[in-house]
Nanobody, 127 residues
């Protein structure tokens, strides 16, 4: 299983950035890909999740309306489009795979649900 992030960089507050996550090495009918971030001195937090089966998405309130996650299953790529970026969005962004998605039990933004992680890509938002 492999996940590879790309697209990070340095932007100014208010600008946009789109991250990509290429995934490979597994064949599941029902899985989820999540995006997480970890700022300096902070815990890793979930910022978006998408389920492969039906495209259901989930966001925390802190990014709702600004971040959009999407999946191209044919290309095995998940995107995270971020707009109106703020300095507090700064951090290392990781994508990860959740191998099982059981309705009512799966917590899409919880780190413990995910078993494989990418190496991360840095996003820095200057004020």
């Amino acid at each position: 299983v492999q996940l590879v992030e790309s697209g990070g960089g340095l932007v100014q507050a208010g600008e946009s950035l789109t991250l990509s996550c290429g995934f490979s090495g597994f064949i599941f009918d029902d899985f989820a890909i999540g995006w997480f971030r970890q700022g300096p001195g902070k815990a890793r937090e979930g910022v978006a999740c998408i389920k492969s089966s039906d495209g259901t998405v989930e966001y925390p309130d802190s990014v709702k309306g600004r971040f959009t996650i999407s999946m191209d299953n044919a290309q095995k790529t998940v995107y995270l489009a971020m707009k109106w970026l703020k300095p507090e969005d700064t951090g290392t962004y990781y994508c990860a795979r959740a191998p099982t998605v059981i309705p009512g039990i799966f917590h899409p933004l919880m780190v413990a649900e995910y078993d494989y992680w990418g190496q991360g890509t840095q996003v820095t938002v200057s004020s």
